[in-house]
């Protein structure tokens, strides 16, 4: 049976309101000010941003940084929450032909909470995150990581994402990909639009 790795915020899930909401919140407990709701999206997916320089200022996330963000995630993650039209009636029609699994550089106990509030987490055989892996996306590791868990190979699987950092894993890892423009990056070439769209590659890939 073939393999899917989806990417979680953005593809799956959105997610936007508590990750703003908490990166801000973080800002402003280390004395920095607020930033747009754009910006942030914009640059939590781009794979030539280091993170926690742009964010807190710091050339790695910090002890602190970590345990005012995990506190605040961890109570107000769920609000806002939502998946996007027609994601569960997709992942539903294909958990009969495939092994469904979750990539996501979010926390794998975050993870696993915001999918199984929305009622469908039952459906990903394994949901890995960043926490799980030495090397988050776009490094291959948890990509590979997966295929490992599943005893599948690269030429059985496809990763679907909304950020080039999902692509990036997916080729470091010899794994088809296709790109996804209704999350949180807005790609003006190489992404497709609609869950109708990503069906059919899926399907057609596999020649289901």
């Known amino acids: 049976m073939a393999l899917i790795m989806f990417d979680m915020d953005g593809t799956l899930i959105n997610s936007s309101t508590p990750l703003v909401n908490t990166i801000n919140y973080v800002r402003e407990e280390l004395g920095f000010e607020r930033l747009e709701r754009e910006l942030i999206l914009e640059s939590v997916n781009d794979p030539k941003i280091n993170a926690a320089q742009f964010f807190y200022g710091t050339s790695d996330f910090t002890l602190q940084q970590q345990k005012l963000f995990e506190e605040y995630y961890d109570a107000n993650c769920l609000n806002g929450l939502q998946l996007y039209d027609g994601i569960k009636k997709l992942i ?16 794998s106990f975050f993870a696993k909470k915001m999918l199984d509030h929305l009622e469908v987490g039952h459906y990903f055989n394994t949901i890995l995150g960043f926490d799980s892996v030495k090397n988050p996306k776009p490094h291959p590791e948890m990509i590979n990581k997966i295929l490992d868990t599943h005893s599948i190979k690269n030429t059985k699987a496809q990763v679907i994402g909304d950020s080039h950092k999902d692509i990036m894993a997916a080729t470091n890892a010899g794994v088809d990909s296709v790109l996804v423009n209704w999350g949180f990056s807005n790609h003006t070439k190489d992404a497709i639009e609609t869950i109708e769209e990503l069906e059919i590659k899926i399907k057609n890939k596999f020649l289901i």
């Not at 958990?95 to 996501?104: I, M, P």
């Open 92 to 107: 539903d029609d294909l958990s009969s032909d495939f092994t469904l699994t979750v990539a996501t550089n979010a926390n």
